[in-house]
């Protein structure tokens, strides 16, 4: 079975649990306080992912009257450290469990649930009045390892000085992907620096003519969020290229089409890893997210959803 048939087949059997548990809700009390559609529960969600999640939880708790979904909004290596305290049941982040942690839950007799429900883009944005916005994913490499310094090295009619990157948090997702995914090598330069949260990477870039961010495309991706726009109008996105030299038409940006497509090469999947040893609130929230409506409001917040399909329109110039 392939992933998606298998979320499908997850989201499909949850909500038929919902339906049922709503409309059979029991009068007697048992031990647990929670069920797919009632009680209190608190889950941890990588903070890259907060706009996502926030789109969600309004229109699951005006479905479901008598449930609340308190979102822990933390950097990717606290969430899994919650779940393997006990302390949350669901977790929403950007990798699955590896071994030692998959071993862990083993012997306590858990069994974890992985399913991804969307496809992120890492987003690299530059000041506004940056003209370089184009990189290959061989400059972005050299960057973070230290390799490439300066802005003349990337434009040698530069006046910006040297780079200065910034990331969200010294312990998020983000820097976790460009250590496993762009680097490959385990390092990062010693002049990167970490903020605490997106909104301080794009003020950091909004301020900074010579700076780099790198942040989770959900904050800037969302074109009918005030915020999102607010946001855009500080920055500029720049556009990736995997091939030899940036151009025009071969550097893409993380829009829906490009990351679907695969011409956008910086995304991750979200995960959520549920540790529930019953269907309780955890599994509801989880089934509703990769359900039709909660893989459509992904679709709006400019992310792409893991089963919605997204609609590609090619315009040509007459």
Known sequence: MNKTTFLRSFAGLALVSLVLIS???????????DTPTTGKVSIAVDATFQPIIAAELPVFHAVYK????????????????LLLRDSVRLAIVSRQLNDKEKQFFKSKKFFPKEFPVAVDGIAVLVHPSNTDTLFTI????????????????????????????????????????????????????????AMTYSLDVVQYVAENPNAIG??????????????SLSFLSKIKVAGI?????????????????????????????????????????????A????????????????????????????????
């Not at 409309?23 to 306080?33: A, G, H, I, L, M």
């Not at 990157?165 to 330069?189: A, I, K, M, W, Y």
């Not at 989770?216 to 074109?223: A, L, P, Q």
């Not at 529930?276 to 609130?281: K, T």
């Open 66 to 81: 008598y449930a609340t979904v308190t979102p822990k909004y933390i950097n990717e290596n606290e969430a899994i450290n």
């Open 287 to 318: 089934s509703f997210v990769s359900s039709d409506k909660g893989q459509r409001i992904i679709l709006k917040t400019g992310v792409l959803p893991y089963t919605q399909p997204v609609r590609i329109v090619n315009v040509k110039p007459e």
């Open 241 to 285: 290229s995997a091939a030899g030299q940036a151009t025009p038409e071969n550097s893409y940006q993380p829009f829906q089409a490009y990351i679907a497509t695969g011409k956008y090469p910086l995304t991750r999947f979200i995960y959520m890893i549920l540790t529930e040893p019953r269907a309780g609130l955890g599994t509801g929230f």
């Open 138 to 193: 061989e400059q972005l490499r050299k960057i973070m390892l230290g390799e490439i310094t300066d802005w003349k090295q990337i434009n040698n009619t530069s006046r910006k000085g040297s780079i200065k990157v910034v990331f969200d948090d010294p312990n998020s997702s983000t820097v976790r992907f460009v250590v496993d995914s762009l680097t490959r090598t385990g390092n990062l330069s010693s002049q990167l620096s």
């Open 214 to 227: 790198v942040i989770g495309v959900s904050w800037i991706s969302d074109s009918r969020d005030p915020k």
């Open 23 to 33: 409309c059979n809700r029991r009068s007697v009390t048992d031990k647990f306080t």
